[in-house]
């Protein structure tokens, strides 16, 4: 996703649309100067000209490369693992979450309702939830729950709970949520690591 946050006013079509809209003026331009090669111009014009093309078509790249998503880790595979630190991640994003509703609680009784933080605090226990499944979908269920390992079953099971739970804090601001997703990776750590951290 685009690193911004959206008191920015972009978002990620904004960003597609821009970098079009710049790959398309620059190929303009270079047409233009293609069609004036007989026109007698100064060494120091076509020098401006291709400056700005160079850096039109910088920019393009640039827009077009932050619309890229990341994902919360490559599928090369790279081997390079670290499950502790994701379950960490994992907790960390809970209590973000846990926040976030609470801040939307307090914003949403006030009087009048500041509609620009309550709209970024939503935002936010958006994202949080989402790296959660991305966490859990992406790095656990496709790289390193294997078929072959003990309690595959539940674990799978598990990780499928804390999707939901993940989804449940999308859709509400019931911290009972977050408490079932805290519940759930502790369950998780416990058939994974061993124990619970």
């Known amino acids: ?117 309550l709209v970024r605090w939503v935002t936010t226990k958006e994202h949080h939830a989402t790296e959660v499944q991305q966490i859990v979908s992406q790095y656990f269920l496709t790289q390193r729950i294997k078929p072959d390992t003990e309690n595959y079953g539940k674990k799978l099971e598990v990780l499928h709970k804390m999707l939901q739970a993940a989804m449940k804090c999308k859709q509400t601001t019931d911290v009972a949520n977050v408490g079932n997703l805290r519940k759930l990776l502790k369950e998780f750590e416990t058939l994974y690591f061993g124990h619970a951290h």
Not at 16 to 39: F, M, P
Not at 90 to 96: S, V
Request: aromatic letters at 4%; one cysteine or more; a neutral charge.
């Open 1 to 117: 996703m685009i690193a911004c946050g959206p008191a920015c006013g972009f978002d990620e079509a904004s960003y597609r649309s821009a970098g079009k809209a710049a790959v398309k003026t620059a190929a303009l331009q270079i047409k233009e100067r293609e069609a004036t090669t007989d026109n007698p111009e100064s060494h120091e014009a076509k020098e401006n000209k291709m400056t700005k093309t160079r850096n039109l078509l910088t920019l393009a790249v640039i827009l077009c490369a932050m619309t890229l998503r990341i994902a919360a880790h490559c599928e090369v595979p790279c081997g390079i693992y670290d499950d502790q630190m994701r379950a960490k991640m994992i907790a960390e994003h809970a209590t973000t979450i846990e926040k976030a509703m609470k801040q939307i609680g307090e914003l949403g009784s006030q009087t009048p309702v500041n509609y620009n933080q």
